[in-house]
Each structure stands twice: as C-alpha cells, then as structure tokens.
C-alpha cells in the first residue's frame, strides 16, 4: 500500500502569498516530513498525522498551539480532534489552554479514555495528570500584527491501508469565550473511515451545519464520486450557507487531494516518493 501523507495550514481568501509565508511553506515541509519519517517505518496513520500536526502547533505561524488566535475576551483557547478510520476512534478535546500540544490531548482521549471529546479545564487536568507538557501564558504569541493564518490538519495513509485525519485549531479571532468550531467535532471538520480521511479548515460553523467532513466520506463511499469532485460538492454545500475553506483528504488507495474553496489554502503532500511539495494560491501546483 503506498504511504501518503498530507497537511493543511488553513484556508484564506488572500490572493497573494503573506508576510512570512516562504517560513509557512517550509513549515508544512518539515510537518510533512516528520510524518512521512513515521509512515516510512510502518508506523500507524495516526501517528504521522500527530505528529505532523504537532509540528505546525509549536511555530506560532499558524492559528493553532502556540499560534493560536484570542477569542473576544483576549484569552486563547484551542481544540483538536484525531480520528482513526480503520477502528472509527476519535478523541478530541476543546476549549483548552497551558496544553502545548492539543493534538496529543486528542489522542490521549483517544487512547486513555472510553469518551470522544472532553472540554475545558477538567480535560486540561487530565492532560497534566497524563504527562503531557503544560505551558504558561506567555508561551502564546502575542496578538501584533497580523492574525497568524489558519487551522492546521493532516491526513495519512500508512502502509497497512489504514486511513487517518488530526485537525488542531485556536478558532476563529474574535469568537466569543467558550466558542467551539467545526475542527473537533468529528463529521465536521475532522473524519476518517475506510475510505477516506478528511481535514477542513474555514468558517466552522458552515462546517459544522453541513457535516462537512462526513458529508465528503459518505459522497465518494455511498455516491460513488471521485475524492476531489467529494470534497468540491462539499465546499459547495459551505458556500450554500455562506461559508467558505478548504479541505484536504487522502483515500484507501493512497491518493492525496488538497481542494482549495477559497483563494488559497496553505497546503503540501508527500508520498511514497518522499518529496514534500507545497502550495498556497488556490491555483498553483505543489512544488
Ligand atoms: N475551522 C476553524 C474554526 O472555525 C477555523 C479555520 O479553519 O480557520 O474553528
């Protein structure tokens, strides 16, 4: 079975590439890398994708782990959720803080916990009970500048054929406190099967009200479409309820697509080449 692997940095409705986004790019190389590495050594979907993920959390570059954007308050708060198609595990965890990895919390949800999604202060309590690393306040950036760009996800392939999907996010700018979105909410913005494994990133409420990333699985197991045209008729049904994104999924077969609803969507893939190719505008190839 060929390993894939691909990783998306957020959706944006930019035209040209932001201040910094040569670092992005290099970013989702090294996310790609530090999972292909995994993938490689017959390691399981789900732990490329941890892994990628986790890499995208720690560079404060992105709206997620350190990056995270401030809610309206000023107070960041993160969610995340992982999903393991060949088993239909999720965990996931939201409205957290002082966790620097909130992928890992999703997955020790997974792994420790017999519960799909725990919130708030009693998941951070177990996130340090389980060892997981703590930060302060001042590990997340400070809110100068520009907003750093979007969500961060993976998804992956391993070389058993087992599929898997990681979204970790510091939501929406702005939102009110105790806003969750669509990233670890399992169908919406974060969903794995045999099939297909989906990652979305853009206006989460439009993902959460058309189930988005379950709605893409169920278009290409039960409507029989193509991955890419799935994921485009999705985008689609966002748009409908004024939303926009992007998403990207990767099937059973080891095929990678990366569909871009707005205009641009930081993006890259890997396979089993090895070579991490990357993209932001809508329109440009993966180099
Ligand atoms: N979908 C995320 C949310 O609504 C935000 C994003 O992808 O930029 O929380």
Known sequence: MPIA??????????????????????LLRQALRAGHQLLARGAPALD???????????????DAGRGSVRDAAGVVTCDAAVMDGATRAVGACACVRGVRHPVELA?????????????????????????LEE????WYLEPTGPAPVGTVG???????????????TGG?????????????????????????????????????????????????????????????RALGEVA???????????????????????ESLHRGAIGIDGVARVAVAAGEDPA
């Open 5 to 26: 692997l691909a990783v998306h940095g957020g959706a944006g409705r930019q035209t040209a590439d932001l201040p910094r986004d040569h670092e992005r790019r290099d």
């Open 48 to 62: 490329a994708c941890v892994a990628a993920v986790a890499v995208l959390e720690d560079c404060g570059l992105f």
């Open 107 to 131: 997955r020790q949800v997974l792994v420790r916990t017999r519960h799909a999604l725990l919130v708030g202060p009693p998941a951070e309590a177990h996130a340090l009970a389980w060892g």
């Open 135 to 138: 930060v302060a306040d001042g």
């Open 154 to 168: 993976a998804v992956a392939c391993d070389a058993a054929g087992r599929l898997a999907a990681a979204t970790s």
């Open 172 to 232: 929406t700018s702005g939102k009110l406190p105790g806003r969750v979105g669509d990233s670890p909410l399992a169908g919406a913005g974060t969903w794995a099967d045999g099939c297909l494994a989906v990652s979305a990133t853009g206006v989460g409420e439009a993902f959460i009200r058309t189930a988005f990333a379950r709605r893409t699985a169920d278009l290409v197991e039960l409507a029989g479409l193509d991955p890419a045209t799935a994921c485009r």
């Open 240 to 262: 409908a309820v004024g939303g926009w994104g992007g998403c990207i999924a990767v099937d059973a077969a080891g095929g990678i697509h990366l569909v871009a609803g707005s």
